[in-house]
């Protein structure tokens, strides 16, 4: 079904060492930030969607359903899910929005592979491409998407800018990039209490359920050192979006922005 690239990540090559998810950190480390990223996310494939719903206790579906539902179709009728990981918002996007076609992009091989074995129909087939590509430098001419969708994948990628200026590249004028991302949570008692569950209960459960213990060490680690709302949507401004909005959910866990190309 689809044009996918073959990723050269070894995904059986155990890392324990993944860096620090500080956004001080300086860029001679980003080339191999990335490259553990795509590791991690490798190893965990199988068992992602699993945790996903089962940390969430399902509000990552709802999450998602609301990111879906700020995409616009335009004059193209195709829309880009980056870092689409096992495909959840693509397929959403599809079962949506019949027109439309989409290209799941993700530097994660085994993420988008497990979701085109186990969760693709085969009538929608045709309308989906999964393709190996970082979010940072995308193989696709300017203009080519309505818009561009990345739901928990822009706090991975090092120097987010470089994403953000390739998803204002990619929109045709009036396109929006539709970003669904954790934040640190400032809601008083809730966010102390929040971020104490993250740091400390969160990685011990997920080592019960599978091996990714230091995965979620760092899942913790790069919400916690996630830009705030605002300041995010300062970073959206400077990347060249003329109009930006955030709208938070579940006391500001979870936050979508849409930035909308001029
Ligand atoms: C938490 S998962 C989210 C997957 C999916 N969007 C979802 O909603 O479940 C983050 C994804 O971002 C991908 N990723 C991280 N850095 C990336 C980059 N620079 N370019 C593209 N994808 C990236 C990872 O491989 C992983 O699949």
Known sequence: MSEMKHSETDVTATNKALPAANPEAPAATDAQHTEDVAKMFGRMARWYDFQNRAFSLFLDCWWR??????VVPGPTKHVIDMAAGTLDVSLALLRRYPELRVTATDISEPMLRYGEEHKVRPAERSRITTMVADARQMPMPDACADAITIAFGIRNV????????EMHRLLVPG?????????????????PCYHWYLKNIMPKLAGLVSRSDNAFDYFAETIVNFPKPSA????LREAGFSFVQHIPFT????NIHIAVRG
């Not at 359903?65 to 700020?70: E, H």
């Not at 090092?158 to 200026?165: E, G, I, V």
């Open 158 to 165: 090092r120097p987010r800018m470089d994403a953000l200026r």
């Open 232 to 235: 995010f949507s300062e970073e």
């Open 175 to 191: 396109g929006r990039a539709c970003i669904l991302e954790f934040a640190p949570v400032s809601t008083p008692v809730f966010g």
């Open 65 to 70: 359903r609301n990111l879906v539902r700020a």
């Open 251 to 254: 006391l500001g866990v979870a």
